[in-house]
């Protein structure tokens, strides 16, 4: 099979990589959950390629994650839910409805100025209209203080806002240094858990735990995002130096030992500080 520039190509592709008997064993195990992380994952490096203003990237990460679709879309249609081609009707027919201004006849147009709040009119109205045909209550219902907070942003960014618009009714910490005591409560917390070596407890504690630091970040006015991001960058840095200090010796990390590693990563954070 060769490469096309159709989006025919890739959906056959994705047929015959999820054909029992013939396909890649590896993506006839998955379902929407298994390749839901991937789906994140490939959504941020699209964002990563964008802050690189790297176009070639930008190019392969778009068609990484336009794969996703793909693959989730034929998981629907062999459960005969829907198919890719339901997702484009969906999102055309949807794009029409929020721009009456643009796709309206002559009659229908509306100001520039309206334009935003005619869009959050009509998806409010959109989201009335899924919530009525589950089954379930939405957790944050119209009326909701927590109402707006979309439940499909990553985690990171949830835990930021959630907290802020609860804030705006008073439930919130008065000082930043509530926020430390809080910390150190949950982390007795996962102390305890580890103690009963209850796997389920402890993430939920651990959980618990970043939520509170997340809290913390949006007191101090950081970006928790960014803010890991810098120490992830941080970590790659001075274990690189561990690396390079050790193959200068002939070794490898593997076999050192943790105290030798340790003592390397100490020395990188001095030479950090020093710089």
């Not at 099979?1 to 015959?16: C, G, K, N, V, Y």
């Not at 590896?26 to 298994?34: C, G, P, V, Y």
């Not at 509306?110 to 109205?125: F, L, Q, S, T, Y």
């Not at 209550?137 to 990171?156: H, Y």
Request: charged share 35%.
């Amino acid at each position: 099979m060769t490469p096309s520039r159709d989006i025919a190509r890739l959906l056959e592709i994705m047929a015959q990589l999820r054909t029992p008997g013939t396909g890649c064993p590896w993506d006839l195990e998955q379902d929407f959950a298994s390749i839901a992380p991937y789906t994140i994952e490939e959504a941020f490096e699209v964002a990563e390629a964008i802050s690189r203003n790297d176009l070639d990237d930008l190019r392969d990460e778009l068609g990484d994650l336009l794969l996703q679709v793909v693959f989730h879309a034929r998981i629907a249609e062999e459960r005969a839910v829907f198919s890719f081609g339901d997702v484009v009707e969906a999102i055309c027919a949807k794009m029409i409805r929020r721009h009456p201004h643009v796709f309206a006849d002559a009659e229908g147009r509306i100001a520039p100025a309206h334009v935003a709040g005619v869009w959050d009119r009509i998806k409010a109205e959109e989201k009335a209209d899924r919530a009525a045909r589950r089954a379930e209550p939405a957790p944050n219902p119209a009326g909701s203080v927590l109402a707006g907070v979309k439940p499909g942003q990553p985690a990171l960014r949830r835990a930021m806002e959630l907290p802020r618009k609860a804030a705006n009714v008073g439930f919130d910490w008065h000082d930043p240094r509530e926020g430390r005591k809080k910390i150190r409560e949950e982390a007795d917390e996962i102390e305890d858990a580890l103690d009963r070596g209850d796997k389920a407890e402890i993430a939920a504690e651990t959980g618990d735990l970043m939520f509170a630091l997340v809290n913390l970040a949006r007191h101090t006015g950081a970006d928790p995002e960014m803010a890991l991001r810098s120490t992830n960058a941080k970590f790659e840095r001075r274990f690189g130096y561990i690396e390079r200090q050790l193959a200068a010796r002939g070794r490898k990390p593997e076999a050192a030992t943790l105290a030798e590693m340790d003592a390397l990563w100490d020395q990188a954070k001095r030479d950090e500080v020093e710089k």
